[in-house]
């Protein structure tokens, strides 16, 4: 064999395996690049998210007005939304009547001024206290279950099935359940304002003994209708809230029972949000509008 093919041999298999070895490696990416490519890529979401969202409310705002109208399917929906909420909002509404009359108690005994005691827990219950316990108590049932009965129904195509029998779907399944959170907000905010100001009422006679007649004259001496009705409405925006992003983030929901759960998870917690937000500008917006 020739002295040169013999090389050709033993050289060429060895320089074609090893010769990955003579690649340039690539250098990895930078944590830095990819988290600025994320946050690059979360605004345009959001504010897409935005955009569908103004897209379905006033869809929702023409499919309110224009008929039909399942009045059957919104008393089922005022049935799940009030009845079936009204105990945990009574049992909120009563340990914040304890809580206050024990806490202002101290404070105005302080000060002297234990005799403003049930005017402090009237006004503070019927003001602020109650209608935004009521409303995150309803965020946290009805936000949620609706979030997840139509995410399951959307992942299901049982939505589509609906609107396949010549139903419309939106009319049936949205529009029914945000007038129900509507129309059965202000109605749990006055029982829950008198199951809170009864409580407290008993909280207090456990330490002084005070008859219910003359403490609900002296808590209702200071009060006029600018102080109830104002108050009470406003959480029917917090119902409208609480119903909107509800079947906002169920009638979006993808990716089967993990999508379902996700978009139960964010109904609660984007409501949530939304009804604190609107409380702050609501509560100025009254102050404004009905000044004394």
């Given at each position: 064999?020739?002295?040169?093919?013999?090389?050709?041999?033993?050289?060429?298999?060895?320089?074609?395996?090893?010769?990955?070895?003579?690649?340039?490696?690539?250098?990895?990416?930078?944590?830095?690049?990819?988290?600025?490519?994320?946050?690059?890529?979360?605004?345009?979401?959001?504010?897409?998210?935005?955009?569908?969202?103004?897209?379905?409310?006033?869809?929702?705002?023409?499919?309110?007005?224009?008929?039909?109208?399942?009045?059957?399917?919104?008393?089922?929906?005022?049935?799940?939304?009030?009845?079936?909420?009204?105990?945990?909002?009574?049992?909120?509404?009563?340990?914040?009547?304890?809580?206050?009359?024990?806490?202002?108690?101290?404070?105005?005994?302080?000060?002297?001024?234990?005799?403003?005691?049930?005017?402090?827990?009237?006004?503070?219950?019927?003001?602020?206290?109650?209608?935004?316990?009521?409303?995150?108590?309803?965020?946290?049932?009805?936000?949620?279950?609706?979030?997840?009965?139509?995410?399951?129904?959307?992942?299901?195509?049982?939505?589509?099935?609906?609107?396949?029998s010549a139903v419309n779907s939106f009319k049936l399944l949205v529009v029914t359940r945000v007038?129900?959170?509507?129309?059965?907000?202000?109605?749990?905010?006055?029982?829950?304002?008198?199951?809170?100001?009864?409580?407290?009422?008993?909280?207090?006679?456990?330490?002084?003994?005070?008859?219910?007649?003359?403490?609900?004259?002296?808590?209702?001496?200071?009060?006029?209708?600018?102080?109830?009705?104002?108050?009470?409405?406003?959480?029917?925006?917090?119902?409208?809230?609480?119903?909107?992003?509800?079947?906002?983030?169920?009638?979006?929901?993808?990716?089967?029972?993990?999508?379902?759960?996700?978009?139960?998870?964010?109904?609660?917690?984007?409501?949530?949000?939304?009804?604190?937000?609107?409380?702050?500008?609501?509560?100025?917006?009254?102050?404004?509008v009905f000044r004394p």
């Amino acid at each position: 064999m020739d002295l040169r093919a013999a090389s050709f041999v033993l050289s060429g298999p060895a320089e074609s395996s090893l010769s990955f070895l003579n690649k340039k490696v690539e250098p990895m990416p930078k944590r830095t690049e990819l988290a600025g490519s994320s946050d690059e890529t979360q605004a345009p979401s959001f504010l897409e998210w935005i955009g569908e969202l103004g897209v379905f409310t006033v869809r929702l705002a023409r499919s309110a007005l224009a008929p039909p109208y399942h009045f059957q399917e919104l008393f089922q929906q005022m049935h799940e939304v009030g009845t079936r909420s009204l105990p945990l909002v009574v049992l909120a509404s009563a340990a914040t009547g304890v809580v206050l009359s024990l806490q202002m108690r101290e404070s105005l005994v302080r000060f002297g001024a234990k005799s403003l005691l049930p005017v402090v827990i009237v006004l503070t219950i019927i003001k602020e206290s109650v209608p935004i316990i009521t409303a995150l108590v309803v965020c946290g049932r009805v936000g949620a279950g609706i979030g997840a009965q139509l995410g399951s129904m959307k992942v299901t195509e049982q939505i589509d099935a609906i609107e396949a029998s010549a139903v419309n779907s939106f009319k049936l399944l949205v529009v029914t359940r945000v007038v129900a959170c509507i129309l059965m907000l202000p109605l749990l905010t006055i029982v829950a304002d008198c199951s809170g100001i009864l409580v407290g009422w008993m909280a207090n006679t456990m330490i002084e003994h005070v008859s219910l007649i003359p403490f609900l004259a002296d808590g209702f001496k200071q009060v006029t209708f600018q102080d109830l009705i104002p108050a009470t409405l406003r959480t029917a925006i917090f119902g409208f809230i609480i119903g909107l992003l509800g079947c906002f983030q169920g009638m979006r929901t993808t990716g089967g029972t993990e999508g379902v759960a996700r978009s139960a998870t964010s109904a609660v917690v984007l409501s949530s949000l939304f009804v604190i937000v609107a409380d702050v500008w609501l509560v100025r917006l009254i102050q404004i509008v009905f000044r004394p």
